[in-house]
């Protein structure tokens, strides 16, 4: 069974730039697996921040953005602000109409 | 605006059924591909389920296939979601949510429904 992996936990100084990635436990991320990021804050339903790999939701700042870097889809926040942390999740399309979300990776800012 | 509200969560007991609805508006439902998706207490989002817009096309994860049922009512701008033989690791809050198609992400959620299952 194919595992979504994403890095548990980072943290990053406000301004700073950090880069939240998403792998295969077999394989390399491509654009066919239409990669996209959502954010999450305790309590609250998930935001989408970008679509297949690198398309922002309306609303979504542009200092969110999406790519493949190697083998892995990536979220890169550049001038993180303190309400950027939250947790943040990444989903893949598998094929057959199957999705399948990694972990989440906790982004701290401070 | 555009909206999806959630419904019918609870407490139930192991092996029993539960039926969740979400209620869709501001939007052309019947255009668009609807997804279930769960967050179990301080676990990470799980895909549960996505039907076509016609309905015609379901798709589970392994991990609730032969006991989940999705469907849809297009006249009524409703998505449901029948959870049979329920478990106790189905205890999880269950967000409906669109996309424009199968292969496109999700791009509108709901607040979501919790359920608990418990003897």
């Known amino acids: 069974q194919t595992v979504v992996t994403q890095e548990p936990s980072f943290s990053v100084s406000p301004g700073g730039t950090v880069t939240l990635t998403c792998g295969l436990s077999?394989?390399?991320?491509?654009?066919?697996?239409?990669p996209s990021w959502y954010q999450q804050t305790p309590g609250q339903a998930p935001r989408t921040l970008i679509s297949s790999t690198n398309s922002r939701s309306s609303g979504v700042p542009d200092r969110f953005s999406g790519s493949i870097l190697g083998n892995k889809a990536a979220l890169t926040i550049t001038g993180a602000q303190a309400d950027d942390e939250s947790d943040y999740y990444c989903?893949?399309?598998?094929?057959?109409?199957?999705?399948?979300f990694g972990g989440g990776t906790k982004l701290t800012v401070l | 605006q555009v909206q999806l509200v959630e419904s019918g969560g609870g407490v139930v007991q192991p092996g029993r059924s539960l039926r969740l609805s979400c209620a869709a508006s501001?939007?052309?439902?019947?255009?668009?591909?609807m997804h279930w998706v769960r967050q179990a207490p301080g676990k990470g989002l799980e895909w549960v389920a996505l039907?076509?817009?016609?309905?015609?096309?379901?798709y589970f994860a392994d991990s609730v296939k032969g006991r989940f049922i999705i469907s849809r009512d297009n006249s009524k701008n409703t998505l449901s979601l029948q959870m049979n033989s329920l478990r106790v690791e189905d205890t999880a809050v269950y967000f409906c949510a669109r996309s424009a198609s199968p292969v496109d992400a999700v791009d509108i959620w709901g607040q979501g429904t919790r359920v608990t299952v418990s003897s």
């Open positions: 039907i076509s817009y016609d309905g015609s096309k379901e």
């Open positions: 501001g939007f052309t439902f019947s255009s668009f591909a």
């Open positions: 077999s394989g390399s991320v491509s654009t066919s697996y239409y």
């Open positions: 989903v893949l399309y598998m094929g057959s109409g199957i999705w399948v």
